[in-house]
């Protein structure tokens, strides 16, 4: 019923950018949250950024300054901007999207991933 399908991802250098997208499809309209987390071989999933309903967004302490996450709501998106990228920021990187009924329960929905590599 949901879709969440990431883009953007690829090869960079140390010390440039690149900028993530992810549209939302389906019968949720209005998510409470959505943000993104990411994979790196070897390691479990680890958010990376998250903006809610009235939030500025949150970061892991990894990424603060160097990620912006931001939402357009009218056309039910999140990017996440990256710059000054290192190598360690390497991973497979996941959308997310969590919406939440009162009285009813808490969704959550994933993308399939993009890739993202940094070399030294």
């Known amino acids: 019923q949901v879709q969440l399908v990431e883009s953007g991802g690829g090869l960079v250098q140390s010390g440039g950018s690149l900028r993530l997208s992810c549209a939302a499809s389906?019968?949720?309209?209005?998510?409470?949250?959505m943000g993104w987390y990411r994979q790196a071989p070897g390691k479990q999933r680890e958010l990376v950024a998250v903006?809610?309903?009235?939030?500025?967004?949150n970061y892991a302490d990894s990424v603060k300054g160097r990620f912006t996450v931001s939402r357009d709501n009218a056309k039910n998106m999140v990017y996440l901007q990256m710059d000054s990228l290192k190598p360690e920021d390497t991973a497979v990187y996941y959308c997310?999207?969590?919406?939440?009924?009162?009285?009813?329960?808490?969704?959550?929905?994933w993308g399939q991933g993009t890739r993202v590599t940094v070399s030294s």
């Open positions: 903006i809610s309903n009235g939030s500025n967004g």
């Open positions: 997310n999207a969590v919406y939440r009924r009162l009285g009813s329960g808490i969704y959550n929905y």
């Open positions: 389906g019968s949720i309209v209005s998510f409470n949250s």
